[in-house]
């Protein structure tokens, strides 16, 4: 039996060996594949807790993404400041055309219009989007929900307007008869369903209004990679903003080829070869980025990844080819707007009034087509593909 002189050490040890138990113990509750039930814990000392034996493989390791970050540090405000300035250029020229020369006659006049503003609205957007991944959020959650707001609408809004002007096209070269009955109404309509449209890719920018917060000093509507707000989202827009309009215009500009190629008219092979580039712009600027996205949210889905080789070359992936879908703002202008003969020639004629252009350089790029405008139509726009 012990004496009242031996419990100044008996004491320390007695801890010791609680604290052993304690620690096997969370052990137990932390790893339940290791069973205890072989053994006595009673008899439990401390050389059978052996820190050697614990396989540190099963720890997750830290990603690294210092090269990502420095690859963004470049990139992003490189490509995303010439996007916003193109994107700013060309729609504000469509928009002052649209407004001095005062032509909504037709629908695609109402439609580009309608495009040009929501372009225009996104890449407004741009140079926010390059702060927030650049330098923490310190302009507030008021603007942080704007910024997210204004992207989305204007995202939806010009996929709607694309869908609706192949749509229109389609009516208009392939079902001419039936649409010249309408065409004293065509106008009020292109009207209705341009609110029509602003109004969905309001309720469809919702989530962005509701949950986009300030979250580890960045503006996001996420709070973590594994969020299933995220897949939600991403899942709709992959579906609403991609996959409808692609098979939209699919439909549509499909019948007008064929259309196109049982006519018999000097301009149709050049008015085809508009047709195959507004496919092309769309296919080239839009699949690479959906095709990323749609991975981006089946590994959201599954609770992430723990490759970290996978998740750098996901967010490489995801930066570039988000660059490239951002290009339309600034490629629609020219693809639908520039191309037509009257919008090109009033554009042309902008320029010379505002002091841009000289009267020789007006005449000399217009005295070309001057002689083929004389037979023109009110509809010799974009929605004929008149070259």
């Known amino acids: 039996m012990p004496c009242v002189s031996d419990l100044p050490h008996l004491l320390p040890a007695v ?6 138990v304690k620690c096997c113990l969370s052990q137990h509750e932390a790893s339940p594949t290791i069973s205890y039930h072989d053994k006595n814990i009673s008899n439990m000392n401390y050389s059978d807790y052996n820190i050697s034996s614990i396989d540190y493989d099963d720890f997750p390791e830290l990603c690294v993404k210092e090269l990502n970050r420095k690859f963004r540090g470049w990139f992003m405000p490189t490509f995303y400041s010439i996007i916003c300035f193109l994107g700013l250029a060309g729609n504000l020229l469509v928009i002052l055309t649209f407004f001095y020369f005062k032509r909504l006659k037709t629908m ?7 495009l040009s503003f929501a372009d225009l609205l996104f890449a407004l957007s741009l ?30 809004s010009s996929m709607f307007i694309l869908s609706f002007i192949s749509v229109e096209r389609y009516f208009v070269i392939a079902k ?22 602003w109004v969905m890719a309001l309720i469809f920018s919702i989530p962005e209004m509701k949950y986009t917060t300030i979250n580890n000093n960045t503006c996001t509507p996420y709070s ?13 827009q992959i579906v609403l903003a991609f996959a409808l309009p692609l098979l939209v215009m699919g439909i549509c500009y499909s019948g007008i080829v064929q259309t196109l190629c049982q006519a018999r008219s000097f301009e149709r092979n050049r008015a085809i070869k508009v047709i195959l580039a507004v496919v092309a712009v769309f296919l080239v600027c839009q699949v690479p ?9 089946v590994v959201t889905a599954e609770g992430g990844t723990i490759d970290c080789h996978f998740e750098n070359t996901l967010l490489y992936a995801t930066d570039v080819t988000q660059c490239l879908a951002f290009l339309r703002c600034c490629l629609n202008p020219f693809v639908y707007a520039f191309i037509g003969v009257k919008f090109r020639h009033d554009l042309l ?10 009267h020789e350089m007006f005449f000399k790029f217009t005295l070309g087509g001057g002689r083929r405008r004389s037979s023109a139509t009110d509809t010799e726009t974009t929605t004929t593909f008149s070259p």
């Open 289 to 297: 980025y959906n095709l990323v996205l749609f991975v981006s949210t």
């Open 15 to 20: 801890l010791t060996w609680l604290m052993n």
């Open 108 to 114: 695609t006049d109402v439609y580009l219009l309608n």
């Open 176 to 197: 001419a008869v039936s649409a010249h009955r309408y065409r004293s109404q065509a106008v009020f309509l292109s009207k209705v369903s341009s609110v029509a449209i």
């Open 224 to 236: 973590s990679n594994s969020d299933k707000l995220r897949v939600s989202v991403q899942a709709s």
């Open 127 to 156: 140079p926010f989007w390059v702060a927030n991944s650049m330098t923490e959020w310190k302009l507030g959650l008021l603007v942080c929900k704007a910024m997210h707001t204004i992207y989305k609408v204007s995202f939806y």
């Open 349 to 358: 004629k902008l320029l010379k009034d505002l002091g841009c252009m000289s």
